[in-house]
């Protein structure tokens, strides 16, 4: 590095087109920015507000739908030519590494991980004699416990921890000057997300490289970042040190941004009244395979709850903590091995033909991915009346309802005749909303309802949830892995691990002073909270 | 894996049971194996004598339990029509229809695969859009028309008789009927690859080897096309395991005196051991490509070694 001072990267009024037929002319438009050397950058914004498109612009890997039509990218004070160049891209894959979200996908399934990251160091001239020494050497960097035996595994042995570490490694194996990470961190349980968040900021100083940090999430900027752009709508909106945009955003959506992120638990106090839903000591096991390769999977064991009528029960974990499995248990998608589930005093387990017709009216469930959920060959009034129609009601009546239904979640009455490829991800749970409230129910099972949306779009999505429970008074069990989401609404929390409960009792309680280790621990990894203070 | 490879063997074991199975109960159903053997006009007593000669006086089960036996003893049986063992006659014909099925699927492989990979590096393109029209064609043209074509063509283009010299197996004989038989699934390997290819392609690990800086080719070669090979290798088991049956056609097309002939000339003369024996070896092969397909996916894909 000749000049400490000059910028490592720096973009001016950068514009990348969209193809004709586009909601918008422009992917991006007039983006500047600059990355001094040792800095992380952090580019917030929601889904669909052009930050990827901009990672890939740096990295040379844009779709060829989407040129780079305005302004210049200096990489080390030189111009980045606007054409994929090959002969340029190899040159650039030295100074800039890159670190994707999903990073088991970012990685070949059918080679050794060792061979993909060896692969990089031959492509640059590396020789054979000193390619795998520097391989080992790096993935000891970047902490893998075991470096030898996770140069031989393949990414589906990996965890997703472990996958991004094997992917940072290969960023950082050509020592370069920059690295790009494009929601690092996303897909990942909040304990290891803290993990990743830390190494990145030990490698960083290690490496002596800048950072650009793509993400949507403030807790995760404040834990990261020293600088902060935020963007919507492919340009910048506000930009400037993240100490004084956190504390004193001037731009009204940076506002709602840091809002929504913010983890309240104020308004919650446990309401005392009938019981409705009860599982007492339930267990669930997996059997996987047949005959000779037969394994068990306990998913769920010993987990009680209780959930009276109109409260909200958040069931707070990991991912594999069994979250989804206890919500099968309850809905009776799946039999139970041990324990038992009561709807109202009645064992589940008896229920049969009419009696069963009814409680799978009374306890109905949204799922989490918004576009499987819909039948795309349904007109969203048919899905939304089926129920209805299957429990008896006459076609007429349940299309009324269904149109009152959707104004009820927000949606205009026009929407009734269109297909759910036309909606947004948001729109589409409103409808999954609606179709699960249509039946009436007296217990709403929410699997991870919010976690596929944008945090300004979950928060709207959350306050539908909490009107609609007050004025039709259903009970929910609300599951997630985001304790934001968790202390925003839920009245009282279980946490679970390895399909067992940790802890439970009212929300506020146990936020604000939580008993169990693994509580403790989820809590202080949570980005941007600390000691019981949001952001 | 153990138990991968032990449930896989024992899935074979039992569809090969079912077959020889119902390979027994459609032969019974066919008529009287007795009655056919004897002369069109025999009286009653020759049809008893046959009946009873080859145990079919017998209660069914015990009839069943000795075929099963006489299989596992690998006797499969005469040739009513030549005398000769129905093994024997079918090993006779064996190499010919391996030579013309092998040479066959080299040609649909290497063409087809070709063809697929260019079609979709050149996605959307007139190129792509070529070999799309062509593989249709070529998977929509019945071989026995295509085969007359061939001849037709042959004969009054070129003057030469390329419908078949009898017995002669020979490299300029051959190739004609495996044009013929590798035509369509040519169409499907390149159909195949070339979705398959497209599908890896977008994989966001080729998207993070370019930006690793790893060259076009070398995604190409190393990553894209391995990765892309895995579905073909069932399509690869498939046309395996068809190689014995699927050039019936093309035989009689062709003159070519492989097994196909043999099993179109059996069924005409009511030469029950070899009809049986063929549709045995047949259902075999496919079995047997089968098995190893589900082993070559232990080897090619790491991700199946850990169930």
Redo the contacts between chains.
């Keep these: 590095m000749k000049n400490t001072n000059a910028a490592i990267l720096e973009l001016s009024n950068v514009g990348i087109g969209l193809p004709l037929g586009a909601d918008r002319q422009w992917a991006v438009r007039d983006i500047s920015l600059t990355i001094l050397p040792q800095q992380t950058l952090c580019l917030v914004g929601e889904s669909g507000s052009g930050k990827s498109v901009i990672a890939q612009a740096i990295m040379g890997i844009l779709p060829a739908a989407l040129p780079l039509k305005e302004g210049t990218i200096k990489l080390l004070g030189k111009s980045i030519p606007k054409q994929r160049s090959p002969s340029f891209n190899l040159l650039r894959s030295v100074k800039m590494g890159m670190v994707f979200q999903d990073a088991v996908a970012s990685l070949n399934p059918i080679k050794k991980v060792g061979h993909q990251l060896e692969e990089i160091l031959l492509v640059h001239g590396i020789s054979r004699k000193e390619r795998k020494p520097r391989v080992l050497k790096m993935l000891s960097a970047v902490l893998l416990p075991n470096p030898e035996s996770a140069y031989r595994s393949y990414p589906h042995e990996m965890s997703g921890g472990q996958a991004q570490r094997i992917v940072i490694a290969g960023a950082l194996l050509l020592n370069p000057s920059l690295l790009v990470a494009d929601e690092p961190t996303t897909a990942l349980d909040v304990t290891t997300q803290a993990e990743i968040l830390e190494l990145i900021t030990k490698l960083k100083v290690e490496f002596n490289t800048s950072v650009l940090f793509i993400t949507h999430d403030f807790g995760v900027v404040s834990e990261i970042g020293d600088q902060i752009a935020v963007m919507k709508d492919g340009k910048i909106l506000e930009q400037g040190s993240v100490k004084n945009v956190l504390k004193n955003p001037q731009n009204e959506y940076t506002q709602r941004l840091l809002k929504a992120a913010n983890l309240d638990t104020s308004k919650k106090k446990l309401k005392e009244t009938e019981e409705i839903l009860k599982a007492d000591n339930i267990s669930l096991t997996y059997k996987k395979g047949f005959f000779f390769n037969q394994t068990k999977f306990k998913a769920v064991q010993k987990v009680s709850l209780s959930l009276t009528a109109g409260s909200t029960l958040a069931v707070v974990g990991e991912s594999g903590s069994g979250k989804s499995s206890l919500a099968k248990c309850l809905l009776r998608l799946e039999n139970t091995n041990a324990g038992k589930i009561y709807y109202r005093g009645k064992d589940i387990a008896d229920l049969k033909g009419a009696h069963l017709r009814n409680f799978r009216s009374k306890v109905q469930v949204v799922l989490q991915d918004p576009f499987g959920a819909l039948d795309p060959r349904f007109k969203i009034i048919d899905a939304i009346a089926e129920g209805p129609i299957i429990h008896g009601s006459s076609w007429d009546e349940a299309n009324s309802r269904a149109i009152e239904m959707l104004s009820l979640v927000g949606l205009t009455p026009q929407s009734a005749e269109r297909y759910p490829q036309e909606f947004s991800g948001g729109q589409r749970q409103r409808i999954c909303i609606a179709r699960a409230l249509i039946m009436r129910p007296e217990v709403l099972i929410a699997d991870e309802a919010v976690s596929a949306l944008d945090v300004s779009i979950q928060v709207k999505i959350l306050d539908l949830f909490e009107d609609l429970q007050k004025r039709l008074g259903f009970a929910m069990v609300f599951i997630t892995h985001d304790l934001h989401v968790a202390a925003a609404i839920s009245d009282s929390v279980i946490v679970m691990k390895d399909g067992q409960v940790v802890e439970s009792g009212p929300t506020s309680s146990v936020f604000k002073n939580p008993q169990a280790k693994y509580t403790k621990m989820l809590l202080s990894s949570a980005p941007g909270y600390q000691g019981g203070e949001a952001l | 894996m153990?138990?991968?490879i032990?449930?896989k063997l024992?899935r074979a074991f039992i569809t090969l049971l079912l077959t020889v199975s119902l390979v027994f109960i459609f032969i019974r159903f066919s008529g009287d194996p007795a009655a056919a053997m004897a002369p069109p006009d025999a009286p009653q007593e020759v049809i008893d004598y046959y009946a009873e000669k080859l145990g079919l006086d017998k209660p069914l089960w015990v009839q069943y339990t000795s075929y099963l036996a006489q299989i596992v003893k690998g006797d499969f049986g005469y040739s009513v029509d030549s005398g000769r063992s129905s093994v024997s006659l079918f090993l006779d014909r064996l190499p010919a229809t391996l030579y013309l099925g092998g040479f066959s699927l080299l040609i649909a492989l290497t063409v087809g695969i070709s063809l697929g990979t260019v079609a979709a590096l050149n996605r959307g393109n007139f190129l792509d859009r070529g070999v799309m029209a062509f593989s249709v064609f070529a998977f929509a043209m019945p071989n026995f028309l295509f085969g007359l074509a061939v001849i037709l063509i042959g004969a009054l283009g070129f003057q030469t008789y390329l419908g078949g010299q009898g017995a002669s197996i020979s490299w300029v004989g051959v190739l004609p009927p495996a044009l013929t038989l590798g035509l369509a699934s040519t169409g499907s390997y390149a159909r195949f690859s070339r979705s398959s290819l497209l599908e890896t392609i977008n994989?966001?690990?080729l998207?993070?080897?370019?930006?690793?800086?790893?060259?076009?080719t070398?995604r190409l070669f190393?990553?894209a096309m391995?990765?892309a090979a895995?579905p073909l290798v069932t399509l690869i088991g498939l046309s395996l395991g068809g190689l014995i049956a699927g050039s019936v056609v093309t035989e009689q097309v062709f003159a070519w005196p492989g097994v196909g002939q043999l099993l179109v000339r059996s069924v005409a003369t009511r030469d029950i051991a070899t009809v049986q024996f063929i549709v045995l070896a047949i259902a075999g092969t496919m079995v047997v490509a089968n098995l190893l397909v589900d082993f070559l996916y232990l080897i090619?894909?790491?991700?199946i070694r850990?169930?």
């Design positions: 153990t138990g991968f032990l449930s024992l994989k966001p690990f998207l993070a080897a370019e930006a690793r800086g790893i060259p076009r070398r190393f990553h391995p990765n895995i090619i894909d790491p991700r850990v169930q």
